[in-house]
């Protein structure tokens, strides 16, 4: 059965019967409990996708690596992050696999893109929570494109710690090129803070977007958040 | 996209004359009249996918005297245009002004509030969008595709003191049967409650078509994968079995979401746990079908379509009459609009606040995610996350396309 699924992969286009790949899916599911079917189904997984595929057979096959990929999947995936038609499924993929090696192919790959593309991995990693970006991700927050500065701001509130607060409020004192998505990430950074007890963090970061400078909208966020951090206290 | 101040119609209009320095006319439909408010005093509103469900929601907001419908966006040019010659005629001028991007709309200033009507892949990130650019929004179910985004989307609607509204008119209005005399104790403690309601979202792999129809397809598809365009694919009608985009899953929880914000929705209004999320779900495999039953914190069972049950079905507590509660309502007068604009004008939380919303959408996104692993599942509310199961964890959300993010 799951021999006539990967044939019926090989030829796998727009239209074709989803019916053909069900072995594959059965063989994702049944991997839960089986982790010999799961490294079995992987490996043959890595091999289509490293072989001649249709656009529509990879982004099936990167769907399917979602599921069941481990750090075996990581390489195949990586190679695919800097190509137009391949990073989303890429990514559909490296964001949910959960080991440290698919974030740092995410990391390293940003130096490969640029526009579009280098907005989707900063997305990945913010959605990953990855630490371990947040310096790169702070640089980025001054990009000339507009787009890959603001997704950089909003990825550093995702991650929402310490370090990812201290890069959006140097870049806040700077000229922004994005301030909306930059008080955005601090005020998500704080609700991280207030929520993990760190009190007089939240507090600094609320009060200075409650100054007059900002807009009312802004001021008035910041001003819930202080009244949160009071009643925390109290 | 620019950064935007929460002002309002009236600040506007407070500083306007003085900004133009010059004489205008204040026509008699600005100033009001018994019977509709002076312009100042209205609700500004504009419209974002104005498809089947969204044109139902544009003309119960123009039906009220109390809103003033000003913009609309659709990636369609037929809809844009048809949808704007509606609002026109009703006020009987050109003013209303059409956009195939949603993020110029949420950048206008004058703007209090969005409906947002578009297939569900579009939710959160409009909705969060609207709440970072100052709107209050009413979404149309189901709000979320994800589970990762309905916690986004509540956070964004506190961060911003935001009203933020779900669209399931059916919570309150299908269900009064069953849902006063619970509220009314009559049932004692209920134990369960049935929900009948499907099928699930699939995988959408329909053939290459000529574009029939001028539409702006990348912004159709938006954060969903990459797919070339078909007709079904991107169909508003109301099928969830193959012919629309609510059949899909990159688009759609399917008729468990579809359906389920009204019974799921209902459900779990009926037995007051609208605040709530279940924490364990089970899974089982009969002869006589798949079924889910679904744990609260509370003892309380939500089955799904558990076998030779009826929809609604309640098991309570024979003999044992509870205190009676008041039944939630809408505020304001006009059904869940226009308790939506009620809640604008007096910033109270909606009939079906965006974290109620959330947590019914919940319910649906667990079960196709126990479907599809069919296995039982068990959910930390407070984390987010499926307990002890990294595997279930990567359906928690998924990566969207550049340049969309959450």
Known sequence: ?234 | MSLTTNSTRRDFLKTAGAAFGVPYIITSAALGNSERPPASDRIVVGGIGIGNMGRGDQGAFLGRKDVQYVALSDVREEVREKSKAVVDKHYNNGDCQTYNDFRELLARTDLDAVHVATPDHWHSIMVIEACRNGKDVYCQKPETLTLREGPLMIAAARRYGRVVSGGSQRVLGDYRKYVDPAWAGEFGKIKSINVNVGPLPQLCNLPVEEMSEKIDWDLWLGPAPWAPYNSKRCSGSFSINGSSWRSFSDYSGGGMTDWGAHHFGGATFICDVRDLQPEEITYFDEAEGKYLAYRYPNGLVIYHNRPKTENMYIEGTPGEKLAPKAVPTYKGEGGIYGDFIECVKTREKPFRDIESAVNTAVLAHLGNIAYQLKRSLKWDAAKQEFVGDAEANRFVDRARREPWQI
């Not at chain 1, 010999?36 to 996708?49: D, F, K, P, V, W």
């Not at chain 1, 949910?96 to 989707?120: C, N, T, W, Y």
């Not at chain 1, 939240?202 to 910041?222: E, F, G």
């Open chain 1, 1 to 234: 059965m799951l021999d006539t699924a990967f044939e019926a992969l090989k030829k796998f286009d727009w239209g074709s019967d989803l019916a053909e790949l069900a072995a594959i899916e059965d063989a994702a599911i049944a991997g839960h409990a089986n982790p010999e079917t799961r490294e079995e189904l992987e490996n043959r997984l890595i091999s289509a996708l490293n072989g001649e595929l249709t656009r529509d057979a990879q982004d099936y096959v990167c769907r399917k690596l979602a599921m069941v990929g481990t750090v075996a999947s990581v390489p195949a995936l990586a190679g695919l992050l800097v190509k137009k038609e391949n990073s989303h499924l890429a990514r559909f993929a490296l964001e949910r696999i959960p080991v440290a090696e698919a974030a740092q192919a995410l990391r390293e790959a940003l130096s490969h893109v640029d526009g579009s593309l280098k907005v989707g991995i900063i997305s990945s990693l913010g959605a990953r929570r990855d630490s371990a970006a947040v310096a790169t991700l702070g640089g980025l927050i001054g990009d000339r494109d507009p787009a890959i500065a603001r997704s950089a701001a909003l990825a550093l509130g995702t991650i929402g710690n310490a370090e990812s607060a201290q890069a959006l409020t140097a870049a806040m004192r700077t000229s922004p090129i994005n301030p909306q998505a930059i008080i955005d990430g601090l005020l998500s950074c704080a609700e991280a803070m207030l929520v993990s007890d760190q009190r007089a963090a939240a507090s600094a970061i609320y009060k200075t977007l409650a100054a007059d400078s900002h807009p009312r909208l802004v001021r008035l966020a910041a001003t819930r958040g202080l009244l949160s951090c009071g009643s925390k206290q109290a």
